[in-house]
């Protein structure tokens, strides 16, 4: 393609509807009020701890993609601008998955093995707890 | 297509960009803006789960077991659970803004502008309450690990809303002076961008902080 026909094209795409804007919207209401509905039954202890987690996540995910795609309009624009977007947000996330892991994952074994002594034991449970 | 016939397409045609790209400057520099506004979220959000669950004294969360006696927790779910409500439909307000802009509706646009400002103020009121009952209940920056990153990642967020609703007031003013014409689509198109952002982030926030114990 030409630089001279690539101006030409670019910016061209066809932004959606209004009824499809507001179909966007209804789908990310009813995704926050499953959401919500995953904190209820865990709490209510229909759903174990990890499994509640994992369904939030999902969801959020899910919500998190309908945003960018439709309402920012990455879906329909250039796939430079999703380059540009996508690869800070993968950064980011993997940040956000490493210290997950690391402190929550791998630490929690190291903790569990530090309190094998009672002097350990006795720091642990006086230690670090919900919050 | 020589150089001469290529510029008098431009000048009459507005849909060229002259750039290497062939995309418009400012959307490309809202977009690594934007990405930017990726990593800093994205080391708030992970010194908040790096931290979660390690708070040595109180107040807590969620509901926790402190030496056999159950200490509630501080996180107001319901009224969270409603300022999210209100943060997503503003977004679907800022797309009708933008839809009634590329439409050419004057009045239309005003509305939906101020309407998504509107909405905006309420989640940003919604916070400074739930910031002010945290105070009174005991929970400052320096309280414990849970305050220090609780504050720090959603005054950060709060921050951007309040930036925001300055950005979308003054457009709506703007529009409301025949300033923001279809021919400006590209100025609400970038003040949407911002905007959807900062409900994205919240999109993060909400269930890492809030629903997931």
């Keep these: ?131 | 297509m020589d150089h001469a016939h290529a510029m008098a397409g431009h000048a009459a045609d507005p849909a060229h960009i002259d750039t290497s790209t062939g995309l418009d400057s400012r959307k490309m520099a809202f977009w690594t803006f934007i990405g930017s506004e990726c990593l800093l979220f994205g080391s708030l959000i992970a010194t908040y789960m790096a931290y979660k669950g390690s708070s040595l004294t109180g107040p807590y969360p969620h509901d926790t077991l402190v030496n056999g006696k159950l200490e509630h927790g501080i996180l107001n779910i319901p009224l969270t659970s409603f300022s999210t409500f209100i943060l997503l439909m503003s977004s679907v307000m800022m797309v009708l803004a933008l839809n009634a802009v590329q439409k050419g509706d004057k009045s239309g646009s005003v509305l939906w502008l101020l309407m998504t400002a509107l909405f905006g103020s309420v989640f940003l009121g919604c916070q400074v309450f739930e910031f002010t009952h945290f105070y009174h209940e005991g929970l400052t920056l320096q309280t414990n690990l849970f305050g220090s990153t609780f504050f720090v990642l959603t005054g950060f967020h709060g921050a951007h809303v309040t930036v925001g609703v300055i950005y979308l007031l003054t457009l709506a003013y703007l529009a409301h002076k025949g300033k923001v014409g279809p021919e400006k689509t590209l100025n609400v198109e970038i003040a949407g961008l911002y905007w959807h952002f900062v409900d994205v982030i919240w999109i993060v926030i909400f269930p890492l902080v809030y629903l997931i114990k």
């Design chain 1, 1 to 131: 393609m030409s630089s001279t026909t690539r101006e030409i094209v670019h910016d061209q795409h066809t932004h959606p509807t209004r009824r499809f804007y507001l179909f966007i919207g209804a789908g990310l209401l009813l995704l926050t009020v499953l959401e919500i509905l995953g904190y209820v039954g865990e709490t209510k202890g229909v759903y174990a701890s990890g499994t509640a987690a994992i369904l939030i996540l999902i969801l959020s995910g899910i919500k998190f993609f309908m945003v960018v795609a439709y309402f920012m309009h990455l879906k329909f624009d250039n796939k430079l601008f999703t380059g540009i977007f996508a690869f800070p947000a993968l950064l980011g996330t993997l940040v956000i998955v490493g210290c997950i892991m690391l402190f929550h994952v791998v630490h929690g074994v190291a903790t569990e093995y530090h309190a094998n002594t009672p002097a350990d034991a006795q720091h642990v449970s006086g230690g670090p707890r919900g919050g």
